[in-house]
């Protein structure tokens, strides 16, 4: 492979598609300087304008779900019906804020001594938005939908894998009518994303990806004081209890543990389960984990697809191989797959030694960790035994314990009897090593607003 810091492979064959050149100095000042020149009139625009340009996206993604999935699909990996799948998500996104923008940042009346006091909502500036790759589209439009139809303006610093599904984005929306500043694409490397946050015309940054990124993006915003909202890594746990439904729940767990083959913030890593019922969610999650058809993630039958690229299945290999010597059993996977591209075997281990990767750490791809509990106590302790919060899953049948976990796991989001999922009407976003702030829901649209306090006496 070519050693170019911007290039798409296909990683369920390893063939170099397209190389990028990286912007230069001038070419990002150039793109700097048009959203800055564009929001003072974009943020002007009446909600009905934005609403029927956001439509229209809304409209071209329904309408080229199909070849936008086969883009995801050749360039990350993901298995084409999820790709055509997210493409569709994407346009419901459109559609609801384009549907609710409006009544979301309606002034908020507060009853004081004053004649009139209120809370009035105004757009901040230039948003630099830092997007990962594993759901190149949909977590891009996370910030699009919201963030567009509030009056922001936005610069793209996609993955350096997914350019040409950062570059048909920017084509979309110019397709719909949006103003060439209102949302570009920066094609710049990871070197080059502090000197565009530190620039006095960008307002504040969002981003999805790595613990490591948002340390570095929320240091970087903090030295020049700047709203940053981050989304980092999850080890979310799977809880299931006895009163559950065994069949639904191992049914979702091997759903839970392979969405987006594996790559997911919010997929299900540590498998919680009673003692009492072990024996046989163990066997029949193995038994469901070892049918997945694995391959070309462009065939319709395939289940499972490749990781995005070599270098993560090498990376999960090794946190697999860590845990195997520390104690930990595996039963059945745990290693690559023998063929060409980037495929690692749907994996599940038990016996998870503390000192392992498996037990804290979020190992992305197909591999699942097994704990096996005595009482809904152990069960919460160990869920929250890690230095993520992104969301939760618990199954049970018993209101007492439904109640429990809702309140006692330390996560953003917690899903009962049913898969942790992202949703443009709910809140998205963690707490403690998952980072802070909010994606979607009412709260992401105003976490780059100013809240204006106005007093009329």
């Known amino acids: 492979m070519v050693d170019m810091a911007i290039a798409s492979v296909n990683p369920a064959t390893g063939e170099l598609l397209r190389i990028f050149e990286p912007l230069s100095e001038s070419q990002i000042e150039a793109k700097i300087q048009i959203a800055a020149s564009t929001f003072p009139k974009f943020r002007k625009l009446p909600f009905a304008d934005r609403a029927k340009m956001m439509s229209k996206a809304a409209d071209i993604l329904e309408a080229e779900k199909d070849a936008l999935g086969a883009l995801m699909t050749i360039e990350m990996g993901k298995t084409l019906a999820s790709a055509v799948a997210e493409a569709a998500k994407c346009a419901t ?33 230039v948003i630099l938005v830092v997007m990962p790759w594993n759901f190149p589209f949909w977590q891009v439009f996370r910030f699009i939908a919201p963030g567009l139809m509030a009056g922001n303006v936005g610069l793209l610093k996609h993955a350096s894998n997914v350019p040409q599904c950062a570059l048909k984005i920017e084509e979309i929306l110019l397709r719909a ?46 030295k020049n004081i700047k709203k940053v909202v981050l989304e980092l890594g999850g080890s979310d746990p799977f809880i299931v209890m006895p009163s559950a439904n065994l069949d639904d729940a191992v049914s979702t767990a091997v759903k839970a543990r392979i969405v987006n083959n594996g790559q997911s913030c919010i997929a299900a890593k540590r498998f919680i389960v009673a003692e009492q019922i072990a024996d046989e969610f163990e066997r029949k999650f193995v038994s469901g984990m070892e049918a997945l058809k694995v391959g070309d993630p462009m065939q319709p039958e395939t ?77 919460i302790r160990i869920a929250n035994d890690s230095r993520f919060g992104l ?34 009407r709910i809140p998205f976003g963690g707490v403690k090593a998952s980072g802070h702030g909010r994606e979607l829901g009412v709260l992401g649209i105003r976490e780059f607003m100013n809240a204006k306090t106005i007093w009329i006496k």
């Not at 060409?340 to 197909?366: D, M």
């Not at 899953?393 to 917690?414: H, K, Q």
Request: glycine share 8%; charged share 20%; with cysteine.
């Open 93 to 125: 996104a459109c559609r609801y804020y384009a549907e609710n923008a409006e009544r979301f940042l309606a002034d908020e009346v507060v009853v004081t001594s004053a004649s009139r006091s209120y809370v009035h909502y105004q757009p901040l500036g």
């Open 303 to 379: 289940e499972l697809g490749p990781l995005a690229s070599a270098d993560a299945v090498a990376t999960l290999q090794a946190d697999v191989q860590k845990t195997v010597a520390a104690g930990a059993r595996v039963l059945t996977g745990g290693k690559p797959v023998d063929r060409p591209g980037s495929f690692y075997a749907p994996t599940v281990l038990t016996n998870i030694p503390k000192e392992s990767p498996a037990y804290r750490e979020e190992l992305f791809g197909p591999v699942a960790s097994v704990f096996r509990v005595k009482n809904i106590d152990e069960a």
């Open 177 to 222: 009518g949006f103003p060439d500043g209102a949302f570009q694409t920066l094609l710049i490397g990871a070197g080059q994303v502090d000197r565009v946050l530190t620039d006095p015309r960008i307002a504040a940054a969002t981003l999805t990806g790595s613990e490591g990124a948002g340390i570095q993006v929320g240091l970087s915003a903090a």
């Open 391 to 424: 969301g939760a899953s618990a199954w049970t049948n018993d209101p007492v314990e439904r109640e429990r976990f809702a309140n006692e796991i330390d996560a953003g989001m917690v899903f009962i009897n049913q898969m942790v999922a992202s949703d443009p």
